[in-house]
């Protein structure tokens, strides 16, 4: 595509998001402010598991870490939202580098099983402890900002993702991306070229938990409550579909896919328990005809229109 | 002070001994040859002195330095690069990010510059791959993805390449060409080459000095012309003579 027009296309979208808040109603602008946490989250992960080939299934987990960190702190200690989001991000960081250590030597599925279990056991946890963490009651935490308006928290949301999204981009253009995709292409043949394999890994752990961290307690204190539904698989694995949906290994991709899937919730929502089924069989249609994600098909489409 | 010192290195796999007890010294600036019949151990000797699997028994010095317990990052970054029997190049990525990689492995996380992206034309530009730079290595052909393995090799300014069957599958035409990359590896780039090869007519035109493995074991070393005549090194590959 000539660059100009996708300039023009960078501008138009740029536009249309900042004008979104000022002709979407309250409901859409709430599903927009839910989308932009989803294409952290899925963004987040797929740093790990698009580039370095780490499928990890604590994503939702560290975005629960943040998010009750950051709630416990506001509520026990009255940090503000934004300052407690920072100390969820820190906390989140450290478990990342804790079960980092712990499970990256095992590869592949190990490291799946082993995110798996971790993840679960921490929203028992959370569910159980119910003196600490109110159970499934959830907590009730004070708004982002001091004032409520969905409008502002709109802004916030999006900043800090357009933030989120700048730092990924820069990371996967750095050497440290290169390093990313050279272990997933080949572990042995990355280490005979001196890469420390090990580290790396464990840098891809620790930034993508960080920034589930940070969305998950923005999240927490948009919603006002927190609740162990932020653990849930359910999450993980929608995060999961974003991604995959979308394109994994790709930029684009999760944003695609976190856009698509969030907003086509809410169209088959009204058909209750069929909407899990359609979901299913977008999934199953995305894995046979564009095994690449809606990325791919498009990039494939580009280059046939190209040529 | 040796440049590559092996001391008598075991490497066992369960009840198979594939490396029973190895010792051999390289000089700085020699192309050496290492040869064997099939599961002699070749491949396993390189494993060790590469770092990834850790050796039974034995140490391995390199320029005075002990790497026997070394990860193969460290051994890379202290001058000792490889390339596979099978050629592993990053399939995903470009030509120019593959040899990126070495050079990333080396030097650390430092950044593009225009002397690094130079530094990997000149890289490219030698093994011949300069037209493919922006190609994914997934589709070269299988002398292409060896070259790419050469210059990602190259990239981590080793001291010695341990190169592993370059010359298998190649027709005459591409032997002789590969021969004077290989000659031009140490005449260019100073640097050491120990080489496993089968196509002996080959090796035989390039390397100084025969190192010959036999079940595990250094049957013996020395000039080429001297080693091959060996009657334990005819025997070694033909079988015993029957009387």
Known sequence: MPRRRTQTLQLLMALGLALFPFFAGDYWLHTGIICLFYIMMASSWNLLAGYTGQVSFAHAAFAGVGAYVSGLAAIHFHLPP?????????????????????????????????????????????????????????????????????????????????????????????????????????????????????????????????????????????????????????????????????????????????????????????????????????????CRFAPQGLMGLWQRRMRALSS | MAFLEVQNVVKRFGGLVAVAGVSFEIEPGRIVGLIGPNGAGKTTLFNLIAGTFPCDEGAIRFCGEDLTRSRPYHVCRKGIARTF????????????????????????????????????????????????????????????????????????????????????????????????????????????????????????QVVERLLVLDRGRLLCEGEPAAVVKDPRVIEAYLGEADD
Request: glycine fraction near 10%; hydrophobic fraction near 55%; charge should be neutral.
């Open chain 1, 82 to 286: 934004l300052l407690g989001a920072l100390l969820g991000m820190a906390v989140a960081a450290f478990l990342g580098l804790l079960l980092g250590v712990l499970c990256i030597r095992m590869g592949g599925i190990y490291l799946s099983l082993t995110t798996l279990a971790f993840s679960e056991m921490l929203r028992i946890i959370i569910d159980n402890e119910y003196e600490f963490t109110r159970g499934t009651m959830g907590l009730s935490v004070p708004f982002i900002l001091p004032v409520y308006s969905k409008t502002t928290a709109y802004f916030l949301m999006g900043a800090v993702t357009v933030a989120v999204l700048c730092v990924i981009r820069s990371i996967v253009r750095s050497d440290l991306g290169t390093a990313f995709r050279a272990v997933q292409n080949d572990e042995t043949a990355a280490a005979s070229l001196g890469i420390h394999v090990v580290k790396v890994r464990l840098a891809a752990f620790v930034i993508s938990s960080t920034m589930a961290g940070l969305a998950g307690a923005l999240y927490g204190h948009y919603h006002q409550l927190i609740t162990p539904e932020i653990l849930s698989l359910n999450l993980m694995f929608f995060v999961l579909a974003i991604a995959v949906i979308g394109g994994m290994g790709t930029f684009v991709g999760p944003i695609v896919g976190a856009i698509f899937l969030e907003f086509l919730s809410e169209y088959i929502r009204i058909y209750g328990q069929f909407h899990v089924l359609l979901f299913g069989l977008i999934a199953l249609a995305v």
């Open chain 2, 85 to 204: 029997q099978i050629a592993r190049p990053f399939h995903e990525m470009t030509c120019y990010e593959n040899v990126v990689v070495g050079l990333i492995g080396r030097d650390g996380f430092r950044g593009e510059t225009e002397a690094r992206r130079r530094r990997v034309e000149e890289l490219l530009e030698f093994v011949g791959l300069k037209d493919f730079m922006h190609t994914e290595a997934r589709h070269l052909n299988l002398i292409q993805k060896k070259l790419l393995e050469i210059a990602r090799a190259l990239a981590t300014r080793p001291k010695l390449v341990l190169l592993d069957e370059v010359l298998g599958g190649l027709n005459t035409g591409e032997i002789l060409k590969a021969l004077d990359l290989i000659r031009a590896i140490r005449d260019r780039f100073g640097v050491t080459i120990l080489w496993i090869e089968h196509v002996m007519g080959a090796l035989m």
